[in-house]
Nanobody, 124 residues
Framework: QVQLVESGGGSVQPGGSLRLSCAAS????????MGWFRQAPGKEREGVAT????????YYGESVKGRFTISQDKAKNMLYLQMNSLKPEDTAMYYC?????????????????WGQGTQVTVSS
């Protein structure tokens, strides 16, 4: 089992920045990929970014390329998402997730473990 707890969400104006964090605990050694997903009301869960255990694989969704950066600190079992140049369409619940293996592009169905989510609201 892997437990995931997100933090760092909040409200920000368009063009602003936020940094999300995800603390992982449990059998984290067995999870090879960590990812961020988001889901807005009435929409499907969307893959935002995924990183491999050695950071040798990084994937970004098209809508966030060049604005968001995924990173991790394996020693601390922490996953991060730096979000810059935020837009109103980035408003969603953001989830941290862990997977043993993934398809490319990564799908929500690939991820076995999920956090509770942290809300990000971008509004003027």
């Amino acid at each position: 089992q892997v437990q995931l707890v997100e933090s760092g969400g909040g409200s920000v104006q368009p063009g602003g920045s936020l940094r999300l964090s995800c603390a992982a605990s449990g059998n984290t050694y067995s999870t090879y990929f960590m990812g961020w997903f988001r889901q807005a009301p009435g929409k499907e869960r969307e893959g935002v970014a995924t990183i491999g255990t050695r950071s040798n694989f990084i994937y970004y969704g098209e809508s966030v390329k060049g604005r968001f950066t995924i990173s991790q600190d394996k020693a601390k079992n922490m996953l991060y998402l730096q979000m810059n140049s935020l837009k109103p369409e980035d408003t969603a619940m953001y989830y941290c997730a862990a997977a043993f293996q993934i398809a490319v592009p990564p799908r929500a169905a690939d991820f076995a473990y999920w956090g509770q989510g942290t809300q990000v609201t971008v509004s003027s």
